[in-house]
T-cell receptor, first 114, second 113 residues
Framework: QKEVEQNSGPLSVPEGAIASLNCTYS??????FFWYRQYSGKSPELIMS????GDKEDGRFTAQLNKASQYVSLLIRDSQPSDSATYLC??????????????FGTGTRLTIIP | DVKVTQSSRYLVKRTGEKVFLECVQD?????MFWYRQDPGLGLRLIYF???????EKGDIPEGYSVSREKKERFSLILESASTNQTSMYLC????????????FGPGTRLTVL
């Protein structure tokens, strides 16, 4: 089982609709969860972080976390063509020496159709 | 704004060469990371550092080493480049906590012939 799993897509969503991106993780000890957006040819940029169960909203973005189900999701409301990108889910883990590091999923490619 | 810069955008090297990839951040961040990104495999952690002269192996450290002599600079070294090290290399930095809120550099596309 992969440590962080995402559906690779592509996921196509009409403009104005809600895009739903999902991620599952295997380490029950993980406490911090992140969504990064990566445009083609660019480096990842952080768009959301979530640390406790429930929803966290930031503008058109909502991150949802369910630690019992080991599931984190990202909702994008009123999808825009500029939201077309690959979305990376990242989860923290502890190294053998007790230091935090991130494990990334392979990403979901999202295309917003005008 | 945090700025993370990498020494080269594109690099072509020969098998067996020693390769240095440099990363500099200007926000006094404690934590710095080196990743490689490959299609279908995603971002994988090579090495990371939480302090000057401190380093720790990530998930795929084989064939790589690192150096952090100054807080703002983190170097990735390929002692003897091989074709399977052809990849996009991304450097990132973050403040003390939370570690996961990372800022990435533009990346170096390395081709080993």
């Amino acid at each position: 089982q992969k440590e962080v799993e995402q559906n690779s897509g592509p996921l196509s969503v009409p403009e104005g609709a809600i895009a739903s991106l999902n991620c599952t993780y295997s380490d029950r000890g993980s406490q911090s969860f992140f969504w990064y957006r990566q445009y083609s040819g660019k480096s990842p940029e952080l768009i959301m972080s979530i640390y406790s169960n429930g929803d966290k909203e930031d503008g058109r973005f909502t991150a949802q976390l369910n630690k019992a189900s080991q599931y984190v999701s990202l909702l994008i409301r009123d999808s825009q063509p500029s939201d077309s990108a690959t979305y990376l889910c990242a989860v923290n883990r502890l190294s053998n020496f007790g230091n935090e590091k991130l494990t990334f999923g392979t990403g979901t490619r999202l295309t917003i159709i005008p | 704004d945090v700025k993370v810069t990498q020494s080269s955008r594109y690099l072509v090297k020969r098998t067996g060469e020693k390769v240095f990839l440099e990363c500099v951040q200007d926000m006094d961040h404690e934590n710095m990371f080196w990743y490689r990104q490959d299609p279908g495999l995603g971002l994988r952690l090579i090495y990371f550092s939480y302090d000057v002269k401190m380093k720790e192996k990530g998930d795929i450290p084989e064939g790589y080493s690192v150096s952090r002599e100054k807080k703002e600079r983190f170097s990735l070294i390929l002692e003897s480049a091989s074709t399977n090290q052809t990849s996009m290399y991304l450097c990132a930095s973050s403040s003390g906590t939370p570690v996961g809120e990372q800022f990435f550099g533009p990346g170096t596309r390395l081709t080993v012939l």
